[in-house]
């Protein structure tokens, strides 16, 4: 195998340059001679000719530089890159002309895919993307030799425009770059090093941070760099003819030409001339250029009182004159984009009495940037007569958002599992000119960052044919980092695992009355899984503490993954402390004093970051991202610690674990706990023995059945009968019922004694009162003789089912169901394929069956648990058929069937909140063996889990739902 001799023996081959007069290419040039140095610790020559006697030398030109239609057309191919887009070949061949010399060839077919090329001889070489957003520090090489392996043809880009949205940058970013460049408003300095990111990640396409910049009018040097970099500049969706969001403000006050008011109402003629200027002063540049108009600060821009003809009129007049505008002043190889954020989408598609923006011809051959909900879920997508417009459509997607219901500005919250399955489903739809992504600092958003660009890349590679394939990706991810093999498997599940968290709830959202602190015993399992993960993450911190990459492992895996564990488990803690507040129970501030802890080791992990590696990343955490009781950070709160002061005495109190019920031990205020067991499903319970006193407690547990054992829950230790006992602060026993031992009997009593306690009047008075609780375990059991086939299995009223957890899968010609692992709040999700299908003939819908057991003849409620996202029809449905047994069937909407209005109806703000919607039917179940089946209907409905309830039973509250129900 052929072999180049990038750095070897000391010797560093030459760059040769011919960059045919494009402009541009020599600085990207400069950029990839300084990756080598980075490896090699030298820097290479960058000269125009090949030198003769040089052994290596590598070559960067284009399709149309003269060598390599010249001396090098036998041995460079460039039939696959001419006329593509961003395309690139890399060879290895002998001089034709100069016998004996060995040249690696990067070829672009235009200046972009140039530079791609030679960041992708980078990353081979061992240079992240992330080297300097990640201190994903290179290592140096004795030398570097490349292979064949290294020869190939680019495909051009999936997406024709894809890059990221800087927003929200205050106080992080600004004053990060306030510190180290000299101004809350990016700089040349400072853009060379994002658009340089962007570049090394395939991007292409730029909106620059506009919350107290604005890019050009700040320094017009950011253009003309973006321009020599090739880096296409847009702007977001209230920013159209390159002007930036608040330049109006800044400006009309010294400019009387553009008048004071925003509005093409009372002042078309000053906006005109505003867009003018703009347009004029940015016309040299690349630029995709955005059009519409929209109201001051992201508003709407007419009053509350317009009609919607009102505000599609005033906005056709706004783009007419843009358009002539663009055409007489900066036109453009680049199409122009009209983003449908919001109201926009309502002005788009119109109603039954007002044709809407989309039947306007002046917009087909425009792209229409698409815009999801804020939360990372995908609206409206277009149907087959609207991908005929030649402009096609585009996706804003959201990593980061500052408005309602709850702002999330701070951490990675967005599972990539979550990402595949929106972008992926968009794409299917054909919404394939235009991807960004509101990425609000950069840092904290490094692999969601990665994967969406990648994504928007190459789908053929990571599309909706790699299902399950993220958790390869954010191995590989670590590996580019930098990370072997093994240290990459480990970080991965664990940057995995921390980002879920915040899928089932964003960190900005949580407070204590969310996950619940008894029922299902949520919050204590929860807290199980944080700790397991801590702890391992600990483990690998140690292993990278002292090399080249702890600085990047703590960036992108120990501190989010902590201070994501801290904030969780602070709420977590307050769940449990306001149920043991309810139950009386001292054991109330051990949880008390947790939050505190809590609290204080966020906040030294913020410092930590901000004063590690010199203070580089200084001000980066310093959003406030904890207990938001307003949609923004006003009024924050950490939970509250309630402490309870115990009496002096002992006093005997007893609760059940996973219920909210206890009580105390005296005979006029006490009253018989019920523990409902079944040998079936949940043979075992536990309960809960606690001081509520200062001096320590001294009882006995006692009960008569021989059916019954007792045990200690922490240690396993058998419990014998009346025999004393201790406890300062709380015990928990497990309560184990024997069916083998068992005599029929449907219910007898554990009595839990106190000795020595608190001595109450009437005890004191009469001295005959016990002081003593009793636990009723009330027990069932179900007869599965007959049963012949695997069901779920009906447990106090309830059946609870994962979606994966089918008993059969029914795919037909025109469909099929497939799971997506680790998607969702509990286990995965199960959609439908294709995903652009509705399925209106039952024959042709897939479907998933459950074998359910019913313990009664009796109505059941279904729950269906689907994932938070909006209809792809334009004011459509989530909806799915429920079947039980042989019925014909409920058509289920998993979202409210009027009202529903994604951004900003209260429906939609529970679901994006929640991270799910539960749609809700009725069946009839008859004793034993049911069968419930889903059938497809409206694509985009993603099941997660589904929950039966029996009318005839309490349903318990819970964040996650019930767990799952036993199979047997």
């Known amino acids: 195998m052929a072999e180049f001799n990038l750095f070897k023996n000391g010797v560093l081959a030459p760059i040769v340059l011919e960059d045919n007069g494009v402009h541009g290419v020599k600085k990207m040039a400069g950029i990839f001679a300084k990756d080598i140095k980075r490896v090699t610790g030298k820097a290479p020559e960058i000269i125009a000719d090949i030198p003769g006697e040089a052994s290596f030398v590598i070559y960067l030109g284009l399709a149309e530089s003269a060598k390599v239609q010249n001396e090098f057309k036998d041995v460079i191919d460039t039939n696959a890159i001419v006329g593509k887009r961003e395309t690139y070949g890399i060879f290895m061949f002998e001089n034709p002309v100069n016998k004996g010399q060995q040249v690696l060839a990067i070829v672009g077919s235009d200046k972009r895919g140039l530079t791609y090329g030679m960041f992708s001889i980078s990353e081979i070489m061992g240079v992240s993307p992330w080297y300097f957003w990640a201190d994903a520090n290179v290592k140096q090489k004795a ?24 927003n929200d940058e205050q106080p992080c970013l600004g004053n990060w770059a306030r510190e180290n460049y000299g101004s809350i408003s990016p700089g040349p300095e400072l853009y060379e090093k994002i658009f340089e990111l962007l570049l090394r990640l395939k991007g292409n396409y730029i909106w620059p941070a506009m919350w107290r910049s604005d890019f ?28 930036s969001g608040q330049e109006f403000q800044r400006l009309r006050h010294d400019n009387p030409q553009y008048g004071t008011e925003w509005s093409f109402l009372s002042n078309a003629e000053g906006i005109t001339e505003f867009w003018k200027d703009g347009l004029t002063r940015n016309k040299d540049f690349e630029n995709l250029i955005t059009i519409g108009m929209r109201g001051e600060n992201d508003s709407y821009l007419m009053p509350e009182d317009a009609t919607l003809e009102d505000n599609i009129n005033v906005l056709k007049k706004a783009i007419v004159k843009q358009k002539e505008l663009i055409s007489k002043y900066a036109p453009s190889e680049h199409p122009q984009l009209l983003a449908l954020y919001k109201e926009v989408e309502e002005y788009y598609y119109g109603d039954e009495n007002t044709k809407g923006l989309k039947d306007w011809e002046a917009l087909d051959n425009d792209i229409m940037m698409l815009c999801d909900d804020n939360f990372a879920n995908v609206r409206t997508l277009p149907d087959d007569e609207l991908r005929k417009k030649n402009g096609g459509f585009g996706m804003y997607y959201h990593f980061d958002y500052f408005g309602e219901p709850v702002s999330y500005l701070w951490i990675n919250t967005s599972p990539l599992t979550k990402v595949w399955e929106q972008m992926t489903m968009a794409y299917d739809f054909g919404v394939r000119s235009a991807w960004i992504v509101n990425v609000g600092d950069i840092k904290n958003q490094e692999l969601p960052l990665s994967y969406f660009l990648d994504l928007a890349y190459d789908f053929d590679k990571w599309g909706t044919t790699a299902i399950n394939k993220t958790g390869e990706y954010t191995v590989n991810w670590l590996k580019g980092l930098g990370f072997d093999a093994k240290m990459s498997e480990e970080a991965a599940k664990l940057v995995t695992e921390y980002v879920s968290w915040s899928g089932r709830r964003r960190p900005e959202a949580l407070n204590s009355s969310i996950y619940h602190g008894a029922h299902e015993n949520e919050a204590r399992d929860y807290l199980n899984r944080i700790y397991e993960a801590e702890e391992k993450v600990e483990e690998l911190y140690k292993q990278v503490k002292g090399t080249d990459l702890e600085e990047c492992f703590f960036q992108v895996v120990y501190y989010p993954l902590k201070s994501v564990a801290e904030i969780n488990k602070m709420h977590l803690y307050a769940s449990l402390n306001n149920v043991y507040i309810k ?41 406030y991202h904890i207990g938001f009781t307003n949609w923004n950070d006003e009024q924050c709160e950490y939970p509250i610690s309630q402490f309870l002061n115990p009496v002096e005495e002992a006093r005997l109190l007893v609760g059940i674990a996973d219920s909210e019920d206890s009580t105390g031990a005296h005979r006029w205020t006490r009253h018989v706990l019920h ?39 922490d240690d396993g230790t058998v419990v014998e009968k009346n025999q004393p006992l201790t406890v300062d602060d709380i015990k928990l026993y497990n309560v184990r019922i024997n069916k083998d031992k068992w005599n029929q009997v449907d219910s007898t009593i554990i009595r839990i004694y106190g000795d020595d306690c608190e001595t109450v009047a009437d005890e004191s008075e009469n001295g005959g009162s016990i002081t003593m609780v009793e636990l009723a375990v009330d027990v069932t059991a179900i007869d599965l003789g007959d049963v012949t086939e695997k069901c779920f299995l009906e447990t106090n009223g309830c059946i609870s089912i994962e979606a994966n957890h089918f008993s059969k899968a029914i795919a037909t010609d025109k469909g099929e169901y497939k799971e997506i692992k680790d998607y969702g709040r509990t286990e995965s999700g199960m959609k439908a394929y294709p995903q652009t299908v509705r399925f209106d003939n039952p024959a042709d819908a897939p479907a998933l069956i459950y074998n359910v057991y019913a313990l009664e003849d009796a109505d059941y409620e279904v729950n269906i648990y689907a994932a938070a996202s909006n209809p792809v029809v334009y004011q459509g449905k989530l909806a799915l058929k429920v079947a039980a047994n042989d019925e014909a069937g409920i058509i289920v909407n998993t979202i409210p069937e009027i009202d529903f209005v994604p951004w900003k109806s209260n429906s939609w703000r529970k679901g994006v909140l929640d991270q799910i919607h539960i749609g809700t039917c009725k069946v ?12 497809a209907i409206d694509p985009g409905v993603v099941i997660e889990k589904l929950v039966l309830w029996n009318e005839n039973c309490e349903k318990r509250d819970s964040y996650l739902g019930p767990k799952e129900s036993k199979i047997d």
């Open 924 to 935: 009839s179940l008859r004793k034993g063996v049911n069968t419930i089946k889903l059938s």
């Open 583 to 623: 139950k009386r129970m001292k054991h109330a501030n051990v949880y008390a004093k947790l939050i505190q802890d809590c609290v204080k080791t966020e906040r030294n992990l913020v410092k930590e970051y901000h004063t590690r590696n010199g203070g580089k990343w200084n001000h980066m955490q310093s959003v």
């Open 216 to 243: 050009t009018l700040d320094y017009f040097e950011n253009a003309v760099l973006a321009n020599e970099m090739g880096v296409i500049v847009g702007a977001s969706h209230h920013e159209p003819c390159c002007r």
């Open 675 to 713: 523990m409902p067991l079944c040998f079936e499903t949940n043979a075992t319970g536990v309960f809960e023995v606690a001081n509520g006193g200062e001096k320590e407690l001294h009882y006995r547990i006692d009960w008569d059945e021989d059916w019954i054992e007792v045990t200690a829950a």
């Open 143 to 166: 030398e570097v030799v490349l292979t064949e392996d290294v020869c190939k043809i680019s495909k051009e880009p999936s997406v024709r425009y894809r890059g990221f949205f800087i």
